[in-house]
């Protein structure tokens, strides 16, 4: 009983250890801005594919605390991309993203000719990093893990639009030039969003 404890203790360890680090807690607290203030992306997602990943998966009552590993990644970013054929088999269709994004994102001017290189980049990026491809382990008994993929992917493609975000939708600023910065320094973009503890 002992050994198996063990083993399972030093397996949750390991797959902890090398999944994509927490961001610090710091990056959660709210500045003077938040990133739709400062860049105005259009919506990614249809509405009805958002409404129906949100209803179908509910946000835990046990989400762990900022800066504390998870043991999957985020169900809803994972349902929007299977729902419009972007993931599969847990790995990113590029293709299928990028017709998705042509009609939404895509079909904005000022981001048109930024959305398939930083889709193409982006999947390049989280897919062939290790620490992204780690076997989940479900926060929910009642289901499989959500894989790290979409969430690190979608993560990837709004920080990579809003660091080169065009002039014309873009608020010059001290204070969103230093959110660029909590980007540089890893925070991820929807931790800018302006949901945590203002500072």
């Known amino acids: 009983m002992f050994k198996l404890a063990l083993a399972t203790l030093v397996a949750v360890f390991g797959m902890i250890s ?15 801005v ?9 919506k ?17 009552e046990q989400m762990p605390a900022p800066g504390v590993p998870k043991t999957e990644g985020c169900c809803v970013m994972q349902c929007i991309l299977t729902e419009t054929g972007g993931f599969a088999n847990n790995a990113l269709n590029t293709d299928a993203i990028k017709r998705t994004l042509a ?9 048109a000719s930024a959305v398939n290189g930083a889709v ?3 999947a390049r ?12 382990i479900s926060a929910s008994p009642d289901r499989a893990g959500c894989s790290f993929i979409p969430q690190g992917f979608l993560n990837c493609l709004h920080t990579t639009l809003f660091k080169n975000c065009p002039a014309a939708v873009w608020t010059e600023s001290s204070d ?24």
């Open 18 to 32: 090398t999944q994509p680090p927490p961001p610090d807690a710091s990056c959660f607290q709210r500045g003077a």
């Open 34 to 42: 938040t990133a739709e203030d400062c860049c105005q992306i259009p």
């Open 44 to 60: 990614m997602v249809d509405t009805a594919v958002m409404d129906k990943c949100r209803a179908d998966n509910p946000r835990s």
């Open 103 to 111: 009609s939404t994102i895509g079909a904005d001017a000022n981001f």
């Open 120 to 122: 193409d980049n982006c």
């Open 125 to 136: 990026q989280i897919q062939s990093d290790p620490a992204y491809n780690v076997a989940p």
């Open 176 to 199: 969103c030039q230093a959110l660029k910065q909590k980007l540089d320094g890893g925070c991820p973009y929807f931790s800018q969003l302006g949901r945590g503890p203002k500072n």
